[in-house]
């Protein structure tokens, strides 16, 4: 048992890090705002360097590597809080040609159960998208963008992620069956949480930074118990969430370690919960300044809750979480 | 990155289950809590057998008499001793898991031998003298004197939550040699024998309504020069040592509890009362989903802290992370199993089924995690001044 990056998953990481840093400092990732939070030059270089191909076979032109990989990548695009149909690309360029190259940028959403009164169906980026994946219990569709009919939402909590309110969605053509279907469902709910585990980390970052800077009373605010226990609680929640959601990715590589089920699903629950209460905290650490449109903040608590929707929410996990105990 | 287990540590765990299996059925049910001679009869013949089967001291170095297994076959060893229901650690803990160690790290050769091998065989059971009523969270403010006599220390003073005292040979005793110095440099450690003239233990009750700890009062006891651990002045440092261990894998068998425990929990909220389950209440359930996710989630860290401590030699940090989200998710777990028993919680009885009692127990035990071995707002001031760099308050 040896629960610890290895040094070619420490070189992943760097190297993921450094691609944000250079592609997607936060100026940039605001600017997309403009561009409905995809920008194709830069959706190439994430392709480039394997976002999205990560998880495929080396002969089908994929870097061959596992899902506690994909997990490390997505963490740090969730630190840079970059922006865009990530999952779903990821997931999609399995099926859909062009999507591992970044030349197609492959959108997504889980439709539940079927027939009947549908709920509030909302889709992301839908304006910025080559192809639209829908997944349910029976498979996973692909449908023209363009045939989909539907509202772009004023007023989108999260600035980066569009929303198109959707009435109804055309049927479009099978891409893979119910077992795919299921496997996304566990990937794309570890890799959202390898997403909210990196804001996490972000936001934590990002208080203690300005806590340490800060002075009022004549001292730098962290030095106060009553915020630098906020800051520790911040750390604690992004590393155990860290920990759940390592072991996620450990028990998709290898499912005879445990119950992959209870895995995925404890990991999504510890990191939204962490995303979500960290991102809350770095306002309340920011004071005043952290309720401004400047301050990033917000940026990265809206994120947390755009995610915190898909491949299951808190609440819906813990429900998940007790069938299972 | 790899959670399965190695062939050998597999090997291990096989074997240790296979002994667990045979000796267990011979090991009566443990005696009653208040009972401490028979506790520590009791927690003492379980260690001689592990000795004898070679199991004491996992991870002590063999040359010292244990069995020199590597950080993850010690939590292969708590794992499987915990889910095959073996008595816990009990008496022994301050001797197996604090001072033990310390021992080893900073002892001479001499007091080495002198004290480890007792401790591996169950013959001597240790006390931790550390806080006192005036030095709780701010231990260096400790006032127990000790003044150097020839080749005597007279101590004079008072220990308090001394677990165990009333039943242990040895106590860890922090005493100030130098009343002068700055308060975290005029420091010693001491090994002080329970049996010397003008030790008194006086048993205090908790909360449980039962005696779990003593004030030990401590009037011109002489001391041993001998029996200093490190040089004088310097057990600041050593007990910074201690506590390093105290906070590596010693919750391990507390955290296999608390899943047991939520397991019970559930079996609970699934009975029917007044013609319903507790089950059937969607915040009832979501709660427990979420109690479990976040032992999993502790269970998972264990490993990795225990992957950091075989990396490094050290437990690092992972600690305090542990202990203070443990602490939070024992007053849930205990606040909510309290919710659902409504009045059979009024007991430490079985009212509300089976083990209803052990929940009552559970829940008041909470309120202990978050403040023994560090307080949890002393492990943020950790998190926040050590690991996260940020400035001490003044």
Redesign the interface.
């Known amino acids: 048992?040896?629960?610890?990056?290895?040094e070619d998953?420490e070189a992943l990481q760097d190297a993921v890090r450094k691609l944000c840093a250079g592609a997607y400092p936060m100026a940039t990732v605001r600017s997309l705002e403009a561009h409905g939070g995809v920008e194709r030059d830069l959706w190439r270089r994430l392709a480039d360097a394997g976002v999205f191909s990560l998880r495929l076979p080396e002969p089908d032109g994929g870097v061959g590597l596992g899902s506690?990989e994909a997990v490390l990548v997505f963490e740090e695009l969730g630190r840079a809080l970059v922006p865009g149909p990530l999952l779903w690309s990821h997931l999609g360029a399995a099926v859909v040609d062009g999507a591992a190259s970044g030349e197609l940028v492959i959108g997504g959403v889980e439709r539940r159960g079927q027939g009947g009164p549908q709920p509030l169906l909302l889709v992301e980026h839908l304006a910025a998208l080559d192809r639209l994946l829908v997944l349910d219990d029976a498979g996973v569709w692909e449908l023209e963008p363009t045939a989909v009919k539907g509202e772009l939402v004023p007023h989108p909590l999260d600035p980066l992620t569009p929303l198109h309110a959707v009435q109804e969605l055309p049927p479009g053509i099978q891409v893979a069956g119910p077992d795919t279907a299921a496997a996304w469902r566990l990937e794309g709910a570890t890799f959202a949480a390898a997403i909210l585990l990196g804001l996490a980390e972000a936001v934590t970052d990002m208080a203690?930074a300005y806590?340490?800077e800060r002075q009022q009373f004549d001292?730098?605010v962290?030095?106060?118990?009553a915020v630098?226990?906020i800051?520790?609680?911040m750390?604690?929640?992004a590393?155990?969430?860290?920990?759940?959601v390592?072991?996620a990715?450990?028990?998709l590589d290898?499912p005879?370690?445990?119950d992959v089920l209870?895995?995925v699903?404890?990991?999504k629950?510890?990191a939204g919960d962490a995303a979500l209460a960290n991102g809350k905290a770095c306002i309340q650490v920011h004071g005043g300044m952290g309720f401004t449109w400047e301050v990033d903040a917000h940026l990265y608590l809206k994120r947390a809750r755009v995610l915190d929707t898909v491949f299951g929410s808190?609440?819906a996990?813990?429900?998940?979480?007790?069938?299972?105990? | 990155?790899?959670?399965?287990?190695?062939e050998s540590?597999e090997r291990f765990r096989g074997e240790l289950r296979g002994w667990l299996d045979k000796v267990l059925p011979t090991v009566g049910p443990p005696p009653a809590s208040d009972d401490w001679p028979g506790r520590r009869a009791y927690d003492t013949a379980w260690q001689r057998m592990l000795y004898e089967a070679g199991y004491a001291g996992i991870n002590w170095p063999k040359e010292l008499g244990g069995r020199g297994a590597s950080p993850?076959e010690h939590?292969v060893f708590l794992e499987e001793t915990e889910r095959a229901h073996a008595p816990y650690v009990g008496v022994n803990f301050v001797g197996l898991l604090h001072a033990g160690p310390t021992l080893i790290a900073e002892a001479s050769p001499e007091q080495r031998s002198r004290y480890l091998p007792p401790i591996l065989r169950g013959d001597e059971v240790w006390c931790q003298g550390f806080s006192e009523p005036g030095a709780g969270s701010d231990l260096a403010a400790l006032r127990t004197r000790a003044v150097r006599d020839g080749d005597h220390y007279v101590v004079s003073g008072q220990k308090i939550w001394t677990s165990h005292a009333e039943v242990a040979d040895f106590c860890e005793l922090l005493v100030r040699t130098d009343p002068h110095a700055p308060k975290h440099r005029g420091i010693s450690w001491l090994v002080l024998p329970m049996d010397s003239p003008g030790v008194e233990v006086r048993p205090l009750r908790t909360i449980y309504g039962t005696a779990e700890f003593s004030e030990v009062f401590l009037d011109e006891v002489r001391v041993p020069v001998a029996n200093r651990v490190g040089v004088e002045n310097d057990g600041w440092r050593v007990a910074m040592v201690t506590f390093s261990f105290e906070r590596g894998t010693a919750f391990v068998s507390e955290l296999l509890q608390s899943m047991e425990l939520?397991?019970s929990l559930?079996g609970i909220a699934r009975s029917t009362r007044d013609g319903a389950q507790p089950w059937d209440d969607?915040g009832v359930?979501?709660?427990?989903?979420?109690l479990?996710?976040?032992l999993?989630?502790?269970w998972?860290?264990t490993?990795?802290n225990?992957?950091?401590a075989s990396?490094t030699g050290v437990p690092g940090v992972?600690g305090s992370?542990f202990k203070?989200?443990y602490s939070e998710v024992r007053h849930r777990l205990g606040d909510l199993a309290l919710r659902i028993l409504d009045r059979a919680g009024l007991s430490f009885d079985d009212l509300g089924g089976a083990r209803s009692g052990e929940q009552v127990k559970g829940w008041v035990h909470a309120l202990s995690i978050s403040i023994a071995a560090g307080t949890s707002?002393i492990?943020?001031?950790i998190?926040?001044?050590r690991?996260?760099?940020?400035?001490?308050?003044?």
Do not use: C, W
């Open positions: 048992m040896d629960f610890e990056l290895s998953q506690s203690v806590a340490k001292r730098p962290g030095s106060f118990q630098k226990h800051l520790a609680d750390l604690v929640r590393e155990v969430a860290r920990a759940a390592y072991a990715g450990a028990h290898d005879g370690v445990g209870r895995a699903t404890g990991a629950l510890m808190t609440q996990q813990a429900e998940v979480m007790a069938a299972l105990i | 990155m790899n959670l399965r287990y190695s540590e993850t939590l939520l397991e559930v969607l359930r979501r709660e427990l989903g979420h479990a996710a976040d999993d989630a502790l998972s860290l490993k990795r225990v992957t950091q990396r992972g992370v203070l989200h707002q492990q943020r001031n998190l926040g001044e690991v996260l760099g940020l400035p001490r308050e003044r």
